[in-house]
């Protein structure tokens, strides 16, 4: 684990999309999910796998 996983990891769970932790963090949503992927070597538990809308939407699913 490295600095820029864990910054990954912060930033999609405090904004629960990828997509918004790029645009925090200042890259890609691909370079996001890459970095999650090697975080935790890819084997998320259901609470914490990263989701592809607002949370309300995967309330929904």
Same mark, same amino acid.
């Given at each position: 684990?490295? #600095?820029?996983?864990?910054? +990954? @990891?912060?930033?999609?769970?405090? #904004?629960?999309?990828?997509?918004?932790?790029?645009?925090? #963090?200042?890259?890609?949503?691909?370079?996001?999910? =890459?970095l #999650?992927?090697? @975080?935790g070597?890819?084997?998320?538990?259901?609470?914490?796998? +990263?989701?592809?809308?607002?949370?309300d939407?995967?309330?929904? =699913?």
């Amino acid at each position: 684990m490295n #600095l820029k996983q864990l910054e +990954a @990891f912060a930033a999609i769970s405090a #904004l629960h999309t990828t997509t918004a932790a790029a645009q925090r #963090l200042g890259c890609s949503q691909s370079a996001v999910s =890459r970095l #999650l992927s090697q @975080f935790g070597g890819g084997s998320w538990p259901e609470p914490v796998r +990263a989701r592809t809308g607002p949370p309300d939407a995967d309330a929904r =699913r």
